[in-house]
């Protein structure tokens, strides 16, 4: 019979008015993997926060090996075997293998430190065997900086494992892997379920998931729904639950487009890359990873080839910088960028306010009154007038979003604009992308929640890396249609077949 490690019990979680987890429960068993899949947004990470540490609970209980604690931190979660391992590596690029994971290695027994002479063979074997096991080509003295993403990110779990690991909370780790190092993390969980090790796996990735999983819960609107195991999990069939247990939608606004507004041609290696934008239209681009938003920025700040050609309206833009976005008529909202826009010494006011609303508006009454509107559109808890570093991370979000939208542009390009937003406010967000849309704006939205993208995009185009896969007019496709022609396009790029991989870098399309 397993042995229940540790619990949480009917935890709830909120930041300002915004529900994260509601009455939330999960028990992670020895030697057993816990799946939660969900939308961006939805509570997912936090759940990992929670369980790691990071998060303290508002309401609830955690438990571990049967005994409930008050005051549960990193610290604590640590010193019982509790890692967690997210999208962003914990390794110092700086140091070398050898030095990252001498930060991690616990003695042998507490009565038996080990001494210096002794915990450097052991950490040399360790890494040794480890890096030969699972085929990491890296020694123990290379240097972290010099290794691609994915052998960072497996040399993770091996971090975990000199913790003492007994829980592991992986937090969408495998978002921007490829194939090899996506099955070598497969073999790795493998192990460690056998080693007793309990997992929280949490991922929108369903192969991984299905490969993974021993229980899977769908997260919603901070609930946890259990999907039931019959001999199996069918992934037409989690599907199916994501798409039908979603109420939310975004609303479409219909509005005959105009003129074309923005174009960007491209040449790369074994085809092109072309995408035309027209006034009062939006389109939605989506993949299957969180790193689309970062290959699209590449593709318009990247290296540029001499037949690279960008063009707003009837302007020929010779050099697209990323710092004079505005200055060519183009409003980039990132989160990734998020920090080079946002000054903490500062007022809410005087962060949401971009330079072509201060120039125009020389009165302060005025500014404030601007302000405040999107303040109350966007149900932002915080007045013109306080710092912008006392607002929660969501709410800081949605300035940014504000700051955005004033921004004096034509065309306007949102990397997962909702993403950790309450939805209420998504709702509010739609209504102001819809109100650019009416102004006769070009819009494109970045983002992997396809409900989002399925409400309110007129087209829909699908990515994987610099490539459009598909182009969709979104009146003939279904969202279950969609997210199986991603899968599925997913599976053809992984492929190691030379034929299968000319034809997904053509962007072969079979359209449903």
């Not at 939805?42 to 759940?47: D, F, Q, V």
């Not at 080509?137 to 993770?156: K, P, Q, T």
């Not at 409400?455 to 598909?470: A, F, K, V």
Request: overall charge neutral; aromatic content about 8%; hydrophobic content about 35%.
């Amino acid at each position: 019979m397993q042995h229940s490690i540790m619990e949480i019990r009917n935890v709830g979680k909120r930041y300002s008015d915004a529900i994260v987890l509601d009455d939330a429960s999960i028990k992670l068993e020895q030697g057993s993997a816990y799946c939660v899949i969900g939308y961006n947004g939805s509570g997912k990470s936090t759940l990992a926060k929670i369980i790691s540490g990071e998060c303290a609970i508002d309401s609830g209980s955690v438990l571990f090996d049967g005994m409930e604690y008050d005051h549960w931190n990193t610290r604590l979660a640590v010193s019982l075997g509790v890692v967690m391992i997210s999208e962003y590596s914990s390794l110092f690029p700086s140091e070398t293998v050898y030095e990252n994971m001498q930060h991690s290695l616990i003695s042998v027994g507490k009565n038996k430190p080990l001494t210096l002479l002794t915990q450097r063979k052991r950490l040399l074997r360790e890494i040794d065997e480890f890096t030969k096991h699972y085929g990491i080509s890296c020694a123990a003295h290379d240097l972290v900086r010099e290794m691609n993403n994915g052998d960072r990110v497996l040399l993770e779990f091996l971090r975990a494992k000199l913790l003492g690991v007994r829980v592991l909370a992986v937090d969408e780790i495998d978002v921007a892997l490829g194939n090899y190092h996506k099955e070598t993390i497969k073999r790795i969980l493998k192990d460690f379920k056998r080693d007793g090790v309990s997992i929280l796996y949490i991922s929108h990735k369903l192969d991984m998931v299905l490969t993974i999983a021993d229980s899977i819960s769908l997260i919603q609107y901070g609930k946890l729904v259990e999907i039931q195991r019959k001999d199996g999990f069918e992934e037409n069939e989690i599907i199916e639950i994501m798409f039908r247990t979603s109420m939310e939608r975004a609303p479409k606004l219909y509005k005959k487009r105009g003129e074309e507004i923005f174009t960007i041609h491209r040449k790369l290696p074994n085809s092109d890359f072309s995408l035309e934008l027209y006034e009062g239209e939006i389109v939605g681009i989506v993949g299957m990873g969180h790193n689309d938003s970062m290959e699209f920025h590449d593709l318009l700040f990247g290296s540029r080839p001499k037949d690279m050609t960008v063009s707003v309206g009837n302007r020929r833009i010779k050099k697209l910088d990323p710092q004079k976005t505005l200055e060519n008529g183009i409003v980039f909202m990132s989160a990734e960028f998020m920090h080079l826009s946002t000054f903490a010494s500062y007022s809410v006011c005087q962060n949401m306010l971009p330079f072509n609303v201060v120039k125009k508006e020389h009165s302060k009454e005025r500014r404030n009154q601007i302000c405040q509107r999107y303040i109350n559109i966007l149900n932002i808890k915080a007045t013109p007038s306080a710092l912008i570093d006392t607002l929660s991370l969501g709410h800081q979000r949605k300035v940014f979003i504000a700051r955005s939208i004033l921004s004096k542009g034509e065309v306007f390009i949102f990397d997962n604009p909702t993403d950790s937003i309450d939805s209420v406010s998504k709702i509010d967000i739609y209504n102001i992308i819809n109100e650019l849309k009416t102004q006769g704006k070009g819009i494109i939205i970045i983002s992997n929640d396809l409900q989002e993208i399925m409400g309110i995009s007129d087209r829909i185009i699908t990515m994987q890396g610099h490539h459009i896969t598909g182009r969709f007019e979104n009146n003939g496709i279904s969202g279950k249609k969609l997210m199986n022609y991603l899968r599925q396009e997913e599976t053809r790029n992984a492929c190691s077949n030379p034929i299968c991989l000319q034809d997904a870098e053509k962007g072969t399309v079979k359209k449903h």
